[in-house]
């Protein structure tokens, strides 16, 4: 079945630093990729998606390139925020398994210090 | 996208009682969905909402313990039943609009504990 590992947390930066989660994943065919960001005490907010290979999705700085060749999905920043503490969940749907069935990562919790 | 509430947005609830979460959305959609995030964990899909018929649930999860309705095109409900502390999560419900490209979009989410 498909599964996504994302990179273990937490992740303490400074603020202006330069941001990397690494998200790979295993499915079938082609499985469209998101990025959700979890705020404290808050729902699940959608931060990007990308649905074929090779699409950049984008959104708040944030960036994360669909990378078949090497299935993954990394989220980036530039330059992070004290706002930007959050938690972070890479997932995917479809590529072989339901088409709206969202598997998630485990989530990756980010945290930045002024 | 959708906008989409809950209620509530958090309970504390005896063990053995029962809670009823609401969702409603702002527009019709047919897929509705609820899950479950424990404690420092991910989100585990309970079931897909289906409207007019019964829910279909995930492996794990039965209707006894989650009943589901979904009467209309923008409202579900979920019940917890008989709860105990390890039902102690956050609830959310998620829609697809159906023309997002498999894009689903979640609620605040209800934050239950159990004592």
């Known amino acids: 079945g498909n599964s996504v590992t994302q990179m273990e947390g937490p992740v303490t930066l400074s603020e202006e630093a330069f941001l990397t989660i690494n998200c790979t994943y295993t499915a079938t065919g082609y499985p469209s990729l998101f990025w959700y960001v979890q705020y404290p005490g808050e729902g699940l907010q959608l931060l990007l998606k990308a649905t074929k290979a090779d699409d950049k999705g984008s959104n708040k700085g944030f960036e994360a390139t669909y990378r078949k060749e090497t299935t993954s999905f990394h989220l980036e920043k530039g330059s992070v925020q004290v706002s930007d503490s959050a938690v972070y969940f890479c997932a995917l749907t479809g590529g072989g398994g339901s088409n709206y069935k969202l598997t998630f990562g485990k989530g990756t919790l980010l945290t930045v210090n002024p | 996208s959708a906008v989409i509430s809950q209620k509530p947005s958090r309970d504390i609830c005896q063990r053995g009682t029962s809670l009823t979460i609401q969702c409603q959305v702002d527009s019709q959609v047919t897929m509705m969905f609820w899950y479950r995030q424990q404690p420092g964990q991910s989100l585990t899909l309970i079931a897909t909402?289906?409207?007019?018929?019964?829910?279909?649930?995930e492996s794990g999860f039965v209707i006894d313990k989650f009943p589901i309705s979904r009467p209309n095109l923008t409202f579900s409900t979920l019940t917890v039943s008989n709860m105990s502390p390890e039902d102690s999560s956050i609830y959310l419900c998620s829609v697809e609009p159906g023309q997002s490209g498999k894009t689903q979009y979640f609620g605040p989410g209800t934050r239950l504990l159990v004592l």
């Open positions: 909402a289906n409207q007019g018929s019964e829910a279909t649930y």
